[in-house]
């Protein structure tokens, strides 16, 4: 059982910043991919980013570029890095954990999820 939960959401203007983070409290962190989400108000949730347990990443094609992310194994901690902010990024952000080796993008692959942080893009 793993139990994530997101921080570092907010209120920004488009090409600006913000860095969300997600604390995983439960066993074997380093066990699991994690992953990364969004979903616009009206629209399904869709795949953002996520890394391996050996760091490798991937990314959608419209946050390629502009987003990061990164693990840190010891602190049970993923962190998402988002700049050049567009208004079209403005979502619920939410992380989550699949257990395994390989990577996934579809939401029904991944074990576990948070509750989700409130990312807002002004023009």
């Known amino acids: 059982q793993v139990q994530l939960v997101e921080s570092g959401g907010g209120l920004v203007q488009a090409g600006g910043s913000l860095r969300l983070s997600c604390a995983a409290a439960?066993?074997?962190?380093?066990?699991?991919?994690m992953g990364w989400f969004r979903q616009a108000p009206g629209k399904e949730r869709d795949f953002v980013a996520a890394i391996s347990k050996t760091g490798n990443t991937y990314y959608a094609d419209s946050v390629k570029g502009r987003f990061t992310i990164s693990r840190d194994n010891a602190k049970n901690t993923v962190y998402l890095q988002m700049n050049s902010l567009k208004v079209e990024d403005t979502a619920v952000y939410y992380c989550?954990?699949?257990?395994?080796?390989?990577?996934?993008?579809?939401?029904?692959?991944?074990?576990?999820w948070g509750q989700g942080t409130q990312v807002t893009v002004s023009s």
């Open positions: 439960g066993r074997a962190f380093s066990s699991y991919v």
């Open positions: 989550a954990a699949r257990y395994g080796s390989t990577w996934a993008r579809r939401t029904y692959e991944y074990d576990y």
